[in-house]
């Protein structure tokens, strides 16, 4: 029996602005460079951006919307939402703070986009960690397809992905595919390639972009090693139903196609799922994180080189997933930052806060020194100041934190991003609302905290990002994941002249 081969195309990186998904003749219709990016933050960043995608989908504005970018514990959210084909449906409309009861905020039926938050990961987790029958870097993927996909239908291990039928003008291979919904924005689902795949202070980390057209690290990098040899790595595209295959012996033809023997299992939707939220723990076993083979076209002739690499968490190099989109050169974003820490009214803006008075992620992006997150400056320090003062001005008049900027944008080689123009921000940051708080019926209203203590919604809306629980890795209680997700959708509501004006 002959063996089936899969004609898959390959992009060479082609810079800031020239995506394949923008480029002539890829898509029937290119995205709009419109985008609304969800940070990460577990389950608490899922239940919220659900919210803000039930009060988008409310104003009649995701049809404006490009591109939704997610990382992490946001894309548990993002991702069900576009690929189910009742993905609308599921998620659910806003509820006004005076008519939530709480019997109804008890209660998530097991068709809402909600209902993977209340599931005990944990125990799926530990069941598959136990199997010796699937391979260590396998245990967080199929747990988390198993948990956040496949109350959805969405959790198929022998599919790859693709976009919406007749959306995808070059689709070459009829590799089996779960397609994303039509007329949804266009996903970018952000993770982290480690190398070497040992820990050490000088293990390197670049993005890796995973969308239903193409996976890959988008920009080329020259890593040194400390034996004193360099890699390239990145700087090439290649077509989602092809991610994991071997590299193909006839290299790339001239018209960026290549043909290879078939991947062992496809680049599932669990596998993009698994690689953007497997958060990045000092202790844990490397074995036990994802890997990826790409490829990485070399700069002489030859053919692509194999790599075969670690992945962890997206937001382990961008917890905001807002790079990517400004170097797709889009200029128009609602950020939903989803934290959390609360911003403290006492942090002084003209220098950078200590830690605790804010998400750590936001001030790297106007130039505060980061080891974390070392190459993120896309604003000058100045804007910083009139962001932190809008977000501290809302919050003392009882308002929802969210704030509209027109920033200026630098340049940013290691993300490609070429700078000059303004880029205009309606940032949307997670945090109790004087407002709202008032308009909860009482016997509502009493469950909220009213400082440190315990009880069923400690730390609302800043719940951990993991054990906000006992004995919990993820799960929220129906009455946390519903609160939230309630409040996160009523602050974008409140706030739709900016959103709107922003979209138009």
Not at 79 to 88: C, E, N, S, Y
Not at 369 to 375: A, E, G, V
Request: hydrophobic share 40%.
């Amino acid at each position: 029996m002959a063996t089936r081969l899969v004609t898959a195309r390959v992009w060479a990186d082609a810079g800031f602005g020239q995506a394949p998904e923008q480029c002539p003749g890829v898509l029937s219709e290119p995205p709009a460079r419109t985008a609304v990016c969800f940070s990460g933050g577990g389950t608490r960043s899922m239940v919220a951006s659900i919210g803000q995608l039930r009060a988008l989908q409310a104003l009649g504005l995701l049809d404006r919307v490009g591109y939704l970018s997610c990382v992490s514990g946001s894309a548990w959210a993002a991702v069900p939402f576009v690929f189910a084909p009742d993905g609308i449906a599921r998620l659910g409309t806003p509820t006004a703070p005076e008519a939530l009861t709480r019997n109804a905020l008890d209660t998530v039926p097991v068709e809402s986009l909600l209902h993977p938050a209340t599931i005990w990961f944990k125990d799926a987790f530990g069941g598959l960690d136990a199997d010796p029958e699937v391979a260590p870097g396998d245990v967080w993927i199929r747990a988390v397809g198993q948990t956040f996909l496949a109350p959805s239908d969405l959790h198929a291990l022998d599919h790859s992905v693709g976009c919406a039928p007749g959306v995808d003008a070059g689709e070459l291979s009829d590799v089996p595919r779960l397609r994303m919904r039509a007329g949804a924005p266009f996903p970018v689902i952000h993770a982290t390639v480690n190398w070497p795949g040992q820990r050490s202070e000088h293990q390197h980390r670049v993005p890796f972009e995973q969308t239903p057209l193409y996976a890959g690290v988008p920009q080329r990098h020259t890593l040194p090693a400390v034996t004193g040899e360099e890699r390239v790595v990145g700087g090439t595209l290649i077509e989602t139903a092809a991610v994991g295959c071997c590299a193909p012996e006839a290299g790339v033809d001239s018209d960026g196609r290549a043909i290879v023997l078939p991947a062992a299992r496809p680049w599932s939707l669990a596998s993009m799922l698994g690689a953007t939220s497997a958060f990045n723990t000092p202790n844990r076993d490397e074995r036990a994180y994802p890997r990826v083979r790409t490829w990485a076209m070399p700069g002489t002739d030859g053919g692509p080189d194999p790599v075969d690499d670690m992945l962890t968490d997206g937001g382990d190099v961008d917890t905001l997933s807002l790079h990517g989109m400004l170097r797709r050169g889009v200029r128009k974003l609602v950020v939903c930052l989803n934290s959390v820490w609360p911003v403290d009214l006492d942090h002084d803006p003209t220098g950078w806060p200590d830690p605790g008075q804010i998400d750590p992620a936001l001030p790297p992006l106007f130039g505060q020194s980061s080891l974390r997150w070392p190459h993120n400056q896309v604003f000058p320090p100045s804007a910083y100041v009139d962001l932190v003062r809008g977000l501290q001005r809302a919050r003392r008049n009882g308002r929802p934190l969210v704030v509209d900027t027109h920033t200026p944008l630098v340049d940013n080689a290691w993300w490609g991003i070429e700078g000059g123009g303004d880029v205009s921000i309606v940032w949307v940051y997670n945090s109790r609302v004087k407002e709202w708080d008032q308009r909860l019926p009482d016997e509502v209203s009493q469950l909220l905290p009213t400082g440190d203590e315990e009880g069923p919604l400690a730390r609302f809306p800043h719940y951990r990002t993991i054990g906000q629980n006992p004995g919990a890795l993820t799960r929220l209680t129906p009455l946390q994941a519903n609160l939230l997700c309630e409040l996160a959708a009523w602050s974008v509501l409140s706030s739709e002249e900016m959103v709107r004006s922003l979209l138009a």
